[in-house]
């Protein structure tokens, strides 16, 4: 026993000295908190974000062995250049052919600020998020322990695990999960031309129009899409009707039940019924289609969505959110009143979510 | 030089690492078997269990799954000091499918330190406050309930215990079966820790392995010891609406359903390594990996 501390030391000097970071990349990677975010929920002391570790969790998050019969890997259905969502999909096949998920695939930025994941809050922290896409029949459709088997088998994951990990037998489920967040808990997109605005940053010089877009934006828009994650990170029904083609939905209803085997109807009763996050505008733009289903590709529709008097209209379930029901001697009104002009100022300022350099940072695409 | 003067370094600390651990924990070679807990369950996956349901009536099931997760294992000596024995070593899953003819799955406790110990805990499930803790320390939970004991879609994903069983009536169109997944679900906390005094004192030591004989009362769970506070539960009420009465009774009895009984107090030592090799067909889940 006496002994351990010298061990310990000798044992660090001997991890460290054989991870050598410059033979894989150009680049150093930590962890940025940008001067207009908020604290992390990322637990960074449980999982530091190194550069090794980040490329660890990248090469997983491009391998197709994550998947049964390694038919795709993450990056399938979370594309870069689309603020890693499914480029123009509503819903996503998985490795079955024909087989589609139920909702639409979420953007991968800021995550490490997120206080749930997934449009329900089936999780609420990032490191087990993964657990859904790789064991979902509709998507992966792979178990953990066949994953594990798979990694084993390359000498180069077996090297790197054990480097990042520092243990003996590092290719464990927690670790291959720990190493996902690395990667993803790195991917903060910060600089958009909003930010650079916010911050009276070069580049950040905003026109007449979407100054005006913005102001629209926080008077109509901030009470939910709020503060500088562009959410407040709720669970609400927000009008959006039951979709016919996927009868089983009930939204937050069956996280929020303490009851497993709850059947639809009985969650139909559920104040969770069909409330879903509430998701960031970060890149908005890009994200295309929208809502929980995907069933709205163009921004315009959903802001027809959400204004009081244009089609589609809001359906009032018994949780509607009451921030969308207006009251005007005693008549009720459902949704947001604007105006076509309003809209199209509060679109154009929409685009200054987008950051360019968060879809074309190289550190997160797929190595060559 | 220099990284070949660290990998030399790195070689010594390596071997004084390897040697320490054994001294440690070795008899002779391999890990050292502190103590083994032999669960005897009343009942073997396949039999028949009566059980009484909301209309007071008794019906015949076959028991096809029993199973449940225990960590947080904790020995208390006869001097009341607590030793808590990491998640990583002692958490185990124990699944009545993996039992021999004598409905007894066994559990192997290592490193715990040479003592005498009065009484032994365990949590029944995973705590909030291990599942929100360290992910490294979750390293073997997580494995144990990879294959059956997890919700990937729920916060908290440990399913602390299943049972199941199958209605033999066949003559009514829907015959009432019982299914009870159990865990931390929507606000419904079901951990609880379980608490056992040792009938006579636990001495752990290097020559031996002494072994727990454990009883596991499955009937208990639906018709407790009423009189020290235990509540019945109807059947056919678990799995259904929020969490109800009957869900609620129906996890507080799990802490009645464990019975300590006789220790063998001179048990030949074991090693972890050559049990794993016999019982590895018999109990593939709940033994050691490496």
């Not at chain 1, 594309?79 to 991968?108: K, Y």
């Not at chain 2, 799954?65 to 000091?81: A, C, P, Q, W």
């Not at chain 2, 063998?264 to 067909?281: G, Q, R, Y």
């Amino acid at each position: 026993m006496k002994y351990s501390k010298i061990i310990y030391i000798l044992f660090i000097v001997f991890v460290s000295c054989s991870q050598n970071s410059d033979e894989y990349s150009a680049f150093e990677i930590k962890f940025h908190q940008p001067v207009n975010f908020p604290s992390p929920t990322f637990d960074l002391e449980d999982n530091p974000i190194t550069t090794e570790g980040f490329e660890l969790g990248r090469k997983l998050f491009y391998d197709n062995r994550l998947s049964l019969n390694n038919e795709i890997n993450c990056g399938e259905c979370h594309n870069q250049s689309h603020a890693f969502t499914h480029h123009g999909h509503d819903l996503s096949e998985g490795v079955h052919p024909g087989v589609f998920g139920t909702r639409n695939s979420q953007p991968i930025q800021n995550m490490a600020y997120m206080n749930d994941f997934t449009w329900d809050g089936a999780k609420d922290k990032l490191f087990d998020q993964p657990l859904i896409p790789i064991t979902e029949p509709v998507e992966m459709d792979e178990t953990m322990e066949n994953v594990l088997v798979k990694l084993k088998k390359d000498s180069e994951y077996q090297q790197r695990f054990q480097s990042v990990f520092k243990t003996e037998d590092a290719i464990t489920s927690v670790n291959l999960l720990k190493a996902l967040s690395k990667f993803m808990g790195a991917m903060v997109s910060s600089n958009s031309k909003y930010d650079k605005y916010v911050r009276g940053e070069e580049g950040g010089t905003f026109t007449e129009e979407e100054k005006k877009g913005l102001a629209l934006f926080q008077q109509k828009c901030a009470t939910c899409h709020n503060g500088t994650l562009f959410t407040n990170q709720e669970f609400i029904n927000n009008g959006i009707g039951e979709n016919p083609s996927l009868p089983n939905e009930t939204g937050r209803a069956r996280i929020s039940s303490s009851n497993p085997f709850a059947t639809v109807e009985e969650l139909k009763t559920s104040d969770d019924y069909y409330k879903f996050k509430v998701p960031s505008l970060r890149n908005v733009e890009k994200t295309y289609p929208y809502m929980h289903d995907g069933r709205m590709i163009l921004l315009s529709t959903v802001l027809d969505f959400y204004d009081t008097d244009t089609y589609p209209l809001m359906t009032k379930m018994k949780n509607l959110d009451e921030r969308l029901i207006q009251t005007n001697q005693k008549e009720e009104t459902l949704g947001i009143p604007m105006t076509e002009d309003e809209k199209v100022a509060i679109i154009t300022f929409l685009k200054t979510l987008t950051d360019y350099e968060f879809l074309n940072d190289s550190r997160f695409a797929k190595p060559e | 030089m220099k990284t070949l003067k660290s990998y030399i370094l790195g070689a010594i600390a390596a071997a004084l690492l390897i040697s320490c651990t054994k001294n440690n924990e070795s008899i002779e070679e391999g890990t050292h078997v502190s103590a083994v807990i032999k669960f005897y369950h009343s009942y073997a996956i396949g039999d028949e269990i009566t059980l009484t349901d909301s209309n007071n009536e008794s019906q015949t099931l076959t028991l096809n799954k029993f199973k449940f997760i225990i960590s947080d294992v904790m020995l208390r000596t006869t001097d009341n000091e607590q030793v808590h024995l990491p998640n990583n070593i002692a958490a185990n899953l124990i699944d009545l499918a993996n039992a021999d003819e004598t409905n007894k799955v066994r559990v192997y406790l290592t490193e715990v330190p040479f003592g005498s110990y009065k009484s032994i805990s365990f949590g029944l499930g995973v705590s909030q406050e291990v599942a929100n803790g360290s992910t490294e320390d979750q390293t073997r939970l997580m494995e144990l309930a990879e294959a059956d004991m997890q919700w990937t879609w729920n916060p908290n994903s440990y399913i602390f215990s299943k049972i199941e069983a199958t209605n033999t009536n066949t003559e009514t169109t829907t015959p009432k079966n019982l299914i009870a997944h159990v865990g931390n679900k929507g606000g419904f906390s079901s951990y609880v820790t379980i608490d056992l005094e040792f009938l006579e004192t636990l001495i752990i030591k290097q020559e031996i392995s002494p072994s727990i004989h454990t009883t596991v009362d499955i009937d208990k769970l639906f018709t407790p010891d009423e009189s020290i506070g235990g509540a019945k539960v109807p059947f056919d009420l678990l799995g259904h609406g929020e969490a109800n009465d009957a869900f609620n009774n129906f996890v507080t009895n799990y802490k009645e359903i464990f019975e300590i009984g006789h220790i063998h107090p001179n048990e030949p030592a074991i090693n972890l390594e050559d049990v794993e090799e016999n019982h590895h067909t018999e109990e593939t889940t709940t033994g050691h990996s490496h």
